[in-house]
């Protein structure tokens, strides 16, 4: 039988493993084709990835994202900073918009560093490839698994969820 105490931590916390999920909206003013989108996800990933080992992390279990456009979708990860980052996926023509969600599960440090350390290199990438975060979410952990809607459907929500609401936004702005 499963201790109630435990099952409130999550099934990693007591092996010192932390996670830290976002979902943000990038813009750029002009639109930026497959290599320029599957660079900066690779870049992201990485420079997470060492924003985490900065601040104390003993490993990185796995940092991914997802990159959804109109045009199609990227899919980066890494499992650490010497392992280098990698990347999948297709985007058919160049696109000013893009929604992703960005996953990080570290061992070492608390939520709130790969918080932290997620939220900086997300921003610190995005903005020097001249992307404006438009929006943040917060959202949890995901996987291929997750996805039972078509990518269509799952795009159409994600603009759904920025949209801004007659009350105000309802995402949490960390810039």
Same mark, same amino acid.
């Given at each position: 039988m499963t201790?109630?105490?435990?099952?409130?931590?999550?099934?990693?916390?007591?092996?010192?493993v932390s996670g830290y999920g976002v979902a943000v909206?990038?813009?750029?003013?002009?639109?930026?084709?497959?290599?320029?989108?599957?660079?900066?996800?690779?870049?992201?990933?990485?420079? &997470?990835a060492v924003k985490c080992m900065e601040r104390g992390a003993r490993c990185i279990g796995h940092i991914k994202s997802h990159v959804m456009s109109e045009a199609? $979708? &990227?899919?980066?990860?890494? &499992?650490? !900073?010497?392992?280098? $980052?990698?990347?999948s996926g297709s985007i058919r023509?160049? !696109?000013?918009?893009?929604?992703? $969600?960005?996953?990080? &599960?570290?061992q070492g440090i608390r939520?709130?560093? !790969?918080?932290?350390?997620?939220l900086e290199g997300v921003h610190e990438v995005a903005e020097g490839k001249g992307y404006v975060v438009a929006k943040e979410k917060e959202h949890t952990?995901?996987?291929?698994?997750?996805?039972?809607?078509?990518k269509q459907e799952y795009l159409r929500q994600l603009e759904e969820q920025f949209k801004e609401e007659t009350n105000g936004?309802?995402?949490?702005k960390n810039s």
């Open positions: 201790d109630p105490m435990n099952a409130e931590k999550g099934c990693y916390t007591e092996h010192g909206k990038l813009t750029h003013e002009h639109p930026k084709d497959e290599r320029f989108v599957r660079t900066m996800a690779e870049e992201m990933m990485h420079s &997470i199609g $979708a &990227i899919k980066a990860d890494t &499992i650490g !900073v010497e392992q280098g $980052a990698y990347s023509h160049p !696109v000013r918009d893009l929604y992703m $969600a960005v996953n990080s &599960i570290v939520e709130e560093e !790969v918080k932290t350390a997620t952990y995901f996987d291929e698994f997750d996805f039972t809607v078509s936004p309802r995402e949490s």
